[in-house]
């Protein structure tokens, strides 16, 4: 999901927001955990969230260009919506987010549409191969 886009200190940032959002409803479905699992294996590098920085203020303004705001939010709303159910604790976690870069509504709109498409499609891929 484009995260090879994003610098070292971004990529920790999004990881961490990524993983909170997860955890936002009170449950981490498989689904979740999985789509985690792939984003940090996509990063090729050996970067997690620490408890610390899932539960901090993080610094959204290292987010510094529209393409990595673009990610980060694309990002959170798949892990959000990954388990088919969008929870009103996530969307704190959204808010947050999409306040902070100045997101309008419309644009957030498309963005959620994009998100379900990718997510849609992830999870076909992995019913696909767990289909045995």
Same mark, same amino acid.
Do not use: C
């Given at each position: 999901?484009?995260?090879? $886009?994003?610098?070292?200190?971004? $990529?920790?940032?999004? &990881?961490? &927001?990524? @993983?909170? *959002?997860? &955890?936002?409803?009170?449950?981490?479905?498989?689904? !979740?955990?999985? #789509? #985690?699992?792939?984003?940090? +294996?996509? %990063?090729? @590098?050996?970067?997690?969230?620490?408890? !610390?920085?899932? /539960? *901090?203020?993080?610094? #959204?303004?290292? /987010?510094?260009? =529209? !393409?990595?705001?673009?990610? *980060?939010?694309?990002?959170?709303? +798949?892990?959000?919506?990954?388990?088919?159910?969008? =929870?009103?604790?996530?969307?704190?976690?959204?808010?947050?987010?999409?306040? +902070?870069?100045?997101?309008?509504?419309?644009?957030?709109?498309? %963005?959620? %549409?994009? +998100?379900?498409?990718?997510?849609?499609?992830?999870?076909?891929?992995?019913?696909?191969?767990?289909? $045995?």
């Amino acid at each position: 999901m484009f995260l090879w $886009r994003l610098n070292t200190e971004q $990529r920790q940032i999004f &990881m961490a &927001m990524a @993983t909170r *959002m997860a &955890m936002a409803d009170a449950q981490v479905p498989p689904a !979740e955990v999985r #789509l #985690l699992d792939d984003f940090a +294996a996509s %990063l090729e @590098t050996d970067i997690s969230a620490s408890g !610390e920085a899932v /539960f *901090m203020s993080p610094d #959204l303004s290292i /987010f510094d260009t =529209h !393409e990595s705001r673009t990610i *980060m939010v694309l990002g959170i709303l +798949a892990v959000a919506l990954s388990d088919d159910h969008f =929870h009103v604790d996530e969307s704190a976690v959204l808010n947050q987010v999409t306040d +902070a870069f100045d997101i309008s509504p419309e644009k957030l709109h498309r %963005l959620r %549409l994009w +998100a379900e498409r990718i997510v849609s499609m992830y999870n076909d891929y992995h019913s696909l191969i767990d289909d $045995r």
